[in-house]
């Protein structure tokens, strides 16, 4: 690895470091990761939407048209349409006519909405209550083999998911009291949930871990072994100056963690007198 | 004129070309088919048969769909065919469409080397398209001519056993496999054997055009639950504007809301309302808005602080004029300012980055999360429980309800975050939307419990009417 590379990695590893350091409570290391990823997000951002939307949706379709004729010439005219609702959101900065903004928003927000009630009819209705029609398997009632719950295409199984489906279905209702029978179904309804939500937590939480994993992976063997040539092949020109790279950023976090001590320490001090 | 010779040209200098070489391989064609290997006539199977092609349904044109019986020698007699090929008449125009294509792919790759559009390019490629254009629009007529001015092209194999084929092509002319609409194809379908020289030949099925149609009936099921739905919908909206009573049950993490403004007023902290990532057209970010509507009016009239921190531009635009006019029904139009609302960033862990934060600088007393979350929900909620501030969420993404279920101290769980806009506004159209949807549920849960009756006496009829094909 070369110094500019171990600089690169270097400054990775500062803001892991940084931003791991917020579990302890918010700190200058965190401030600048924090800024530095926002800003150039941002940035990143400004010039993905200019070359990947601006110019090849709105530029590049009115591009054979001619400027002094408002490219109303061009063949494909009607781009001038989105071209002008975009134009109008600038009114926002004028207090006088920041209400022509509301047009293209509300033009915007009733197609997507127009667009999304079919979409979402057919997946989160009509799919889901045909897949629900299916034959209870009396002939495999326990699952293979006896007697398994795991069996999920046991009939048992079916018959737990559809009671589980519609007494969910059940809680989801609002225009009426959850008491008596009702209620009690609602209930068993909000626990199959449950059930749900908890299985869900259980292995997002072992996807984070595993990101978490990773980052440590990162540290150790693009930064640390690198610094101290542990596993590759030493680089004598360079070799010192790694080192240095690597202790100037130990020696913040320790120095910023040692500060943080001393100050705890006076905090009780002052306290306890 | 000038423009109209530079067409003649350039069509005639790109076309010429082409004609010649299809001239050469007619010949070599010619050749090869004039000196026909020895084929042992006894292994020749039986062709496919009754073969049709129609337009295929429920598309925007620009398909046909081809069906013939199965060779004789399929899966029994001699049982020798391996695949069914599927051919389509193609007039020699189509080539010259080709090599127009071409053409535009060359100046359209001058035109990226160069990095704008020059005058010079700009004439080439509109000569171009318009040759294109002239082309297409002669296509239908020169399907006419069959079978004269064409040949016969392989479009696809199929595996023995399969007897129908889609041919799909696209909509647009300046692309390679466009099947031009209202034009007349034809089609032959040849059982190949493991020699692909030994093949038998059905007889040609057209001519057939494709056209798009106005409906998709594969959607029937769709539309009559939306009309279902819509009805129910105007019928309890009426009946709410009419004044009748509606009752929606309480909802634990809406209540909360008034309690956590008056919390956040007597600590002098600020309250933090963060809308997710989701656009203004996602149903959860709408529904954000009029809660997000709420807690600015009770904010106003409270005279306590909001932060709200975006991650859409549009959001953050219509976010704007909710908590604006919120402050104007509150009759405080002059406390609102414009910082309110904020733009952050439009990467996620950037913007979680950023909000954490504001969490741990500003110290609100209640954060509220209301709309489309993804992996940074845990992330922010964590936070937020760390700051000591009193939370609630709540989102349509099922995978996050979980973290917002451990971390926050009231979660409204998926549909409810759109029943608690209703329960907020008490609007006559929210409220008769909410009573529509109560309806709504009951009938699927009725038609469910049939479902799975017709299943078991195997009506499959019945299951049918429910099957949306896309």
């Known amino acids: 690895m070369d110094f500019g590379t171990f600089l690169w990695t270097s400054l990775a590893a500062f803001l892991t470091l940084g931003t791991f350091s917020f579990l302890y409570k918010d700190n200058p290391f965190y401030k600048i990761a924090e800024h530095l990823v926002t800003g150039v997000a941002t940035g990143y951002f400004l010039i993905i939407l200019w070359h990947n939307g601006l110019v090849p949706n709105l530029f590049q379709r009115l591009e054979d048209g001619n400027w002094y004729l408002l490219w109303l010439d061009s063949s494909r005219p009607l781009y001038l349409i989105p071209a002008i609702l975009g134009v109008m959101m600038w009114t926002r900065f004028s207090k006088t006519w920041s209400w022509v903004s509301r047009w293209p928003m509300a033009l915007y927000i009733g197609i997507s909405a127009g667009v999304a009630v079919p979409v979402e009819m057919s997946a989160r209705v009509n799919k889901q209550l045909y897949a629900t029609m299916v034959a209870i398997d009396w002939n495999n009632f326990f699952g293979h083999g006896g007697f398994n719950l795991l069996d999920t295409t046991s009939g048992l199984s079916q018959v737990l998911i559809f009671v589980g489906a519609m007494s969910a279905l059940i809680y989801f209702f609002f225009s009426k009291a959850h008491t008596g029978v009702f209620g009690g179904v609602a209930t068993f309804g909000i626990w199959v949930l449950m059930i749900g939500f908890g299985a869900s937590f259980g292995f997002t939480v072992m996807a984070r871990i595993s990101l978490f994993i990773n980052r440590l992976q990162f540290i150790d063997d693009n930064w640390v072994q690198n610094a101290f040539n542990t596993v590759r092949e030493p680089n004598p020109n360079w070799s010192g100056w790694f080192q240095a790279v690597f202790w100037v950023i130990m020696v913040l976090f320790i120095g910023y963690a040692v500060k943080e001590f001393v100050d705890y320490r006076k905090r009780v001090r002052s306290q306890t007198a | ?470």
């Open chain 2, 1 to 470: 004129m000038v423009y109209k010779l530079t067409l003649t040209l350039l069509t005639f200098l790109l076309i010429a070309p082409v004609v010649s070489a299809q001239e050469t391989v007619a010949a070599s064609v010619e050749a090869t088919v004039g000196d026909p290997p020895m084929i042992d006539s006894s292994l020749i199977p039986a062709p496919p048969s009754d073969i049709k092609a129609v337009d295929t349904d429920n598309d925007h044109g620009h398909s046909i769909t081809v069906t013939w019986e199965l060779s004789a020698d399929d899966g029994s007699g001699m049982n020798n065919v391996l695949s069914y090929e599927v051919f389509r008449w193609v007039p020699f125009l189509m080539d010259e469409l080709d090599t127009l294509r071409v053409e535009l792919a060359r100046v359209a790759a001058e035109i990226d080397s160069v990095g704008r559009l020059t005058g010079e390019l700009k004439d080439e490629r509109a000569v171009i398209w318009a040759a294109i254009d002239d082309m297409a629009d002669q296509m239908p007529e020169a399907h006419r001519m069959y079978p004269e001015g064409g040949e016969w092209r392989l479009l696809g194999k199929v595996a023995s056993g399969v007897a129908t084929y889609d041919d799909t092509g696209g909509k647009d002319r300046k692309v390679s496999d466009f099947i031009p609409d209202f034009s007349d194809l034809y089609f032959r379908v040849e059982a190949v054997t493991s020699d692909s020289a030994i093949r038998a030949a059905s007889g040609v099925a057209g001519p057939v055009q494709s056209y798009g149609q106005w409906f998709n009936t594969g959607r029937t099921p769709v539309f009559i639950a939306f009309m279902f739905f819509g009805i129910m919908t105007v019928f309890f909206v009426i009946k709410a504007r009419r004044g009748a009573e509606l009752y929606v049950r309480p909802l634990a993490g809406i209540e909360a809301v008034d309690d956590a403004i008056g919390r956040a007023t007597e600590m002098g902290r600020p309250i933090l309302y963060v809308l997710g990532l989701g656009t203004a057209a996602d149903v959860a970010t709408i529904a954000s808005f009029t809660i997000l509507g709420r807690v600015a009016k009770r904010v106003a009239e409270y005279q306590t602080e909001l932060i709200v921190p975006t991650y859409d531009p549009i959001v953050m635009s219509v976010a704007q004029e909710v908590v604006k006019s919120s402050f104007s029904d509150a009759g405080r139009p002059e406390d609102y300012n414009e910082d309110i609302v904020y733009f952050v960033t439009q990467l996620q862990f950037a913007y979680v980055a950023a909000v954490n934060g504001t969490m741990l600088r500003e110290l609100p007393a209640t954060n509220v999360y209301m709309g489309k979350f993804f992996a940074e929900s845990l992330l922010l909620a964590e936070t937020g429980a760390l700051a000591g501030s009193i939370q609630i969420a709540g989102t349509d993404e099922i995978a996050q309800i979980p973290f917002f279920i451990v971390a926050c101290d009231f979660t409204l769980i998926g549909e409810e975050l759109y029943a608690a806009s209703a329960y907020l506004g008490r609007e006559p159209v929210l409220l008769g939307s909410l009573k529509a949807q109560d309806y709504a549920k009951a009938a699927m849960i009725l038609l469910a419990i049939v479902g799975v009756v017709a299943a078991q006496f195997e009506w499959n009829w019945f299951i049918e009417l429910f099957h949306v094909v896309d």
